[in-house]
């Protein structure tokens, strides 16, 4: 099938975004790791924790970068028990540094008990991998009930936690519950579920919200979880509140209807889920954080399967301030979106020939991937990341997307890449005639020679 390349261009239709620069990771980051915890320190470390598939020990790893956290050592710091708390399953670990110590919030069960609680180990040292850890216990909430996924975050002056727990004589799984704190392991006060599972899609096999993570920017806070059964269906919701409203007023709160973050058959990537939020190595991107299969159906029970893995992209921002998480990317390297130097408000676009120009493009849209070219000797070619297999191809001086082909396709897919003709920390891409990708100022993308200062500008393509 063939569709038309064209770009988003009216300055209404998509108010300026928030530029950031482009980053690349290669997926996955780690095998076998569900439940996967990154945070960048103020040492300038990354730190990785996550379940392991035995479900019988917390490690750590650590490394200068989120792609070297995949080969980094890993160092188990504690171990499933004989007897007691901590005897069963081993869940969901977190590394938080709150107040000169470090602290991990991690689910314990009991050996033979369906019997999980939330538990706080305290670490004296520089290092967390060679700290000194004790035990704090169970978190105590408002009921000894099934409780997992406790998370942390402070703002105000205040300091929060956040877990999922099933709220007391309640047909449920879990809820989202939050309270302030008197220290890192123990609440201040009454708790208050501020999330049920009692949307469809939250209720699909089990009736579940779990794994909460929490991210500020632009004066709200902003709090995703997970629903649903661990299988392909388990998939990501969001909760949003004013970071100077009653956090312990549920009204404060309110609820994404509909889940953002969903398996992709086009991708093959199922069952996105249990995610947190990093930084990029520059400090400019967020970075989410996830995991998932790449496999939708599962013999057994899902908690069964070994193979979640950890995957990490780039979290964009709408322009209203919200988080944009898109969908999950395929395995390999993360994609990127093109916008022309000539507006902020111009990106190279993926649509179907039905879709009218006038419409806003979404994030899947507009992100592509620069792979190895398909005709080699140096080239690159465009694919779009959200229908993989669907490359850019030349034909006369126009534009279009095709799937991918053999023959003359190879040739007319491939460009390229040079330094950018109006920019150089910009690219612009040649074709093998000599003439460049160019966004005319009408909008359309076309295949042109370069004569003149105007056109090296609407030639040339900044990568965020």
Known sequence: MRFLAVLAATAGLLAAPVLSSAIS????????????????QTDGWYYFTATVPDYDKIVLRRAKTIQDLG???????????????????????ELHHIDGKWYIYV????????????????????????????????????????????????????RYLVWAQQVNGADE???????????????????????????????????????????????????????????YNYCIGLLTASANSDLMNVASWSKSQTPIFVSNSDTQQFGPGHNTFTVSEDGQSDILVYHDRSYRDIKGDPLNDPN???????????????????????????????????SQNLYLRYRTSNQGSNTAPTLAETLFRIVPGLAGNGTVSLESASKPGTFLRRSGSQLRFEARGTGSFVTDASFFQRQGLADPAAVSFEGSSGSYVLLGTDSSLSMSSISNSEQKGLSTFLLD
């Open 25 to 40: 990771y290669n997926n996955p980051i780690v095998n076998q790791r569900a439940d996967p915890h990154i945070s960048k």
């Open 308 to 342: 979640r893995r950890t995957r990490v992209q780039k979290l964009y921002w709408k322009a209203d301030g919200t988080p944009d998480f898109g969908f999950p990317v395929a395995d390999g390297l993360t994609p990127v979106r093109l916008r022309s130097t000539s």
């Open 71 to 93: 080969t980094a050592s890993e160092t188990t710091i504690w171990r499933r028990k004989a007897s007691g708390r901590g005897s069963g399953q081993v869940w969901a670990p």
């Open 107 to 158: 689910a314990l069960g009991v050996s033979g008990q369906w019997n999980i609680r939330a538990f706080v180990l305290e670490g004296t040292g520089d290092n967390p991998l060679t700290a000194t850890w004790v035990e704090k216990g169970v978190v105590k909430t408002n009921w000894d009930t099934f409780s997992l996924d406790m998370t942390t975050f402070a703002v105000n002056g205040t």
């Open 173 to 231: 799984n879990s809820s989202l519950m939050i309270a302030p704190t008197q220290n890192p392991w123990t609440i201040r006060g009454t708790a208050i579920a501020i999330s049920r599972p009692t949307l469809s899609w939250e209720k699909i096999g089990y009736k579940v919200n779990e794994g909460p993570a929490v991210i500020q920017r632009n004066g709200k806070i902003f709090i995703s979880y997970s629903a649903a059964a661990t299988d």
